[in-house]
């Protein structure tokens, strides 16, 4: 048994009476699902009713925390720096963000072990000293396991991964965090969140054809942009919803994300009992049965969803259209029958470079059945991939499932190749022959993100988002012009074929191949050490930051205004950089280097106020932090889209950035901002950006009586000798400011307080 029976059948026992208790605190009032899975997680829950204060920010206990072996490594050197004996709640590391895919799965995995093996038995020898499961690598993606394995209806997780809502599909409130919010659990404390709107979406219909779950939420991704659902949780219902696979609401859940969602939840239905029973935990199924009203919002709620969500969307999915959405951006939704049109009209290349097939989002059983049925007709009628093609399956249990009924054979027997049970492409993990040409060219993916670069290295990929069984398809026919609904691919003996609709099976019939599990600490653990050598490039002990220095900020230069669309992976860009995810002094030398300056239009090139010279951000930021002058950072909208790595909050701080101002922020980088000591702050004007100059000195004002709701001001000193000042906005609460002013969260941690 891998996963906690007793803290899931204590869960279960209390949901009754935590209900109850909020029924009588809201006199009665009806509840949509995800209200009633946050207000039984309230660490007070009377208290969080009784107080106005805060802003909305409330107090949460989750039944457990995730880190993947990427952002694990800070995480569990900030938690050494707490000073704690082990981990408070549930946790587990899972290593799939650092095997790199190029050749094969068995021959990349053996590379990975060599390669990163320092990285490895740090978290190794951490998780065992701390209490924490550990995934070795090859066992498979985070996201997929924690479903396999730890997920469970009406749970809360928290996990250092902005996919962490995957879990949603099986009905647990699931929320990407930075590390440090894992910390702050592991060392016993409760967890801060704003308190989040609710988008209801109702599903109506049945999927048919060539439509799919992920469809639904490239659909939605196309409708709510990458920024509307910042600040919300989206919660699917309707008959429609009861009719999708427990892993086909995982993908569902899964790409939420790119919509900028807290996160994303169905109730609790057959489906996920059926998940529960195949993966080895009937238990937990029954007593979910048993709790079936508490998991799912209150009748009144669906029979009026306009009264009591905050947004509200119908969808039917009888009509639905298989979708592709791209290319650099998840949120260009276009329906297949389009896309020809669309790729014409905009000068895309057209031809197929590579499909690719997987991942997290993508990589269940049904998933890879559906994909199969595709190349077996295929196969039959003398076609192959006329594009590069891999496949990536989350787990070792998919992966031995798939061995088993001979799927990964039927793919190699088309031209395609298995790769190993971990992120590679999808995190820019792939060594790609020739990506560093910088070649227009086109791929197409059914991964979660496509931004620029993403993938291959090259901002020149056209990287395109749809379901397996698109992807497939389309790799097939090798132009992304191709509509599998309509079209025809000629043979290998000049016949016009059409492939038919894909077919697959939720669950394998004889139940899952067992797979391995994880690493648990055994024996002495208060002695154990924790293994980092010296001098290594990759593990670097952490370094409190200083405390604020109880003044107002003042002769502060601009560090970089960022134009468009900065993205964390424009802030710290992962590849090549992940191997110093432990390493804060090395990783900071990737810091927004993909981001764009507003002043001269290019990338890693600004204004030095020291040398008086056009140099890199991260050399610049030295050169001003080593002068003892704090700096600051300027962007745009939706600041930090992506994920949830921290490093693009600690590289700052480190390299001696104290504020900054944007229009508006993700919400994952802005509270990892806070979390680091960093001034998140908002322009009252959005208009306001337009006066920064590159050559400015900046003073924040008012610090000494900063509040919750108070605005800050800013007089930018022009290098012509003028000065103005505008009005910033924050979200800082009274604990987010005590953040500030010791230095950084875990300063406090530290302390005790």
């Known amino acids: 048994m891998i996963h906690n029976s007793e803290t899931i059948k204590s869960f279960y026992k209390n949901l009754p009476g935590k209900l109850k208790l909020i029924k009588q605190i809201t006199k009665g009032r009806p509840l949509n699902l995800s209200q009633k899975l946050l207000f039984a997680h309230l660490a007070d829950a009377t208290g969080s009713f009784k107080s106005q204060e805060n802003h909305g920010y409330r107090y949460f206990n989750p039944d457990r925390v995730a880190m993947q072996d990427a952002t694990a490594q800070m995480a569990m050197l900030q938690f050494m720096v707490a000073g704690k004996v082990s981990s408070s709640v549930d946790a587990s590391v899972h290593c799939d963000h650092l095997i790199k895919a190029h050749l094969g799965a068995e021959t990349d995995l053996k590379s990975a072990m060599e390669s990163n093996g320092e990285v490895y038995d740090f978290l190794r020898s951490a998780c065992h000293k701390y209490g924490i499961d550990f995934w070795e690598p090859g066992s498979g993606i985070i996201h997929q396991i924690i479903l396999e394995n730890y997920a469970f209806p009406g749970g809360m997780i928290i996990g250092a991964d902005s996919h962490t809502p995957n879990a949603g599909g099986l009905g647990m409130i699931a929320i990407g965090v930075g590390g440090a919010d894992v910390v702050d659990v592991m060392a016993g404390m409760s967890w801060e969140l704003k308190f989040p709107g609710i988008i209801g979406i109702k599903l109506t219909g049945k999927l048919g054809g060539w439509a799919s779950a992920k469809d639904i939420i490239l659909k939605i991704n196309g409708l709510l942009t990458v920024s509307g659902g910042t600040g919300f949780i989206i919660e699917y219902f309707g008959e429609g919803a009861e009719s999708i696979s427990c892993t086909g609401k995982a993908t ?25 029973t195949a993966t080895g935990r009937k238990e937990i199924a029954s007593l979910a049965e048993l709790n079936r009203m508490h998991l799912t919002a209150d009748p009144e709620v669906h029979a009026d969803p306009q009264r009591y969500y905050d947004k509200f969307f119908e969808i039917n999915l009888s009509e639905l259209e298989p979708h592709i959405n791209g290319p650099f951006t998840p949120d260009r939704a276009i329906p297949v029958s389009a896309m020809k049109h669309e790729a014409e009209l905009n000068g895309w290349p057209l031809k197929v470079e590579a499909g690719l097939i997987g991942s997290c989002t993508n990589s269940s059983y049904e998933d890879i059945t559906r994909a199969a049925s595709v190349v077996r007709k295929a196969l039959s009628e003398k076609i192959t991939f006329r594009s590069e093609f891999t496949i990536t399956p989350g787990s070792e249990r998919i992966r031995l499932q798939a061995e088993k009924d001979g799927l990964t054979d039927l793919f190699k027997a088309a031209g395609g190749k298995i790769l190993a049970n971990a992120c590679g492409p999808c995190i820019g993990q792939w060594t790609r022959e020739g990506s560093g040409k910088k070649e ?90 924790i293994i980092i050598s010296s001098d290594s490039e990759r593990l670097q002990a952490l370094v409190p930051f200083r405390e604020w220095e109880g003044t107002d900020l003042t002769d502060m230069p601009l560090l970089i205004k960022a134009k468009g669309k900065c993205t964390t992976d424009h802030i710290s860009m992962a590849g090549p950089w992940l191997r110093y995810r432990g390493h804060l002094e090395n990783i900071s030398r990737n810091y927004m280097i993909g981001a764009v300056n507003c002043f001269n ?153």
Not at 252 to 276: K, Y
Not at 469 to 493: C, H, K, M, Q, W
Request: with cysteine; aromatic share 8%; proline share 5%.
């Open 601 to 753: 239009g290019q990338m890693n090139n600004v204004f030095n106020q020291i040398t008086a010279r056009y140099e890199s951000v991260p050399l610049t930021a030295v050169n001003y932090r080593d002068a003892g002058m704090g700096s600051v950072v300027v962007g745009e909208d939706n600041f930090g889209e992506g994920s949830s790595r921290e490093h693009a909050a600690m590289e700052p701080r480190f390299l001696g950035v104290r504020a900054v101002i944007v229009k508006s922020f993700a919400r994952i980088h802005e509270t990892n901002l806070k979390k680091q000591g960093i001034l998140a702050l908002t322009f009252a004007n959005r208009n306001d950006y337009e006066k920064i100059r590159e050559k400015d000195r900046f003073d924040i004002v008012g610090l000494m009586t900063l509040a919750p709701g108070k605005q800050l001001t800013i007089r930018l000193i022009h290098d012509d000798g003028t000065s103005e000042e505008f009005r910033t906005d924050h979200s800082f609460n009274d604990t987010q400011i005590s953040w500030f002013k010791a230095g950084s969260a875990l300063n406090l941690i530290r302390k005790g307080t």
């Open 252 to 276: 569902i859940c899964n790409m939420g994300a790119e919509t900028g969602a807290t996160s994303s939840v169905f109730g609790f239905d057959p489906t996920m009992s059926e998940f529960l």
């Open 440 to 529: 227009p060219n086109t791929i197409i993916q059914s991964f979660n993100r496509n931004f620029s670069g993403r993938a291959d290295g090259n901002p020149n990929t056209h990287a395109f988002v749809a379901s397996p069984e698109i992807v497939t398809a389309i790799s097939l026919a090798g132009d992304i012009r191709y509509n599998p609904l309509t079209d025809f691919i000629e043979n290998a003996e000049g016949k016009q074929v059409k492939i038919p609709e894909p077919k697959g099976s939720t669950l394998p019939e004889g139940g899952f191949t067992i797979s391995p599990g994880p690493v648990r600490s055994t024996g002495e653990r208060t002695s154990a050490e």
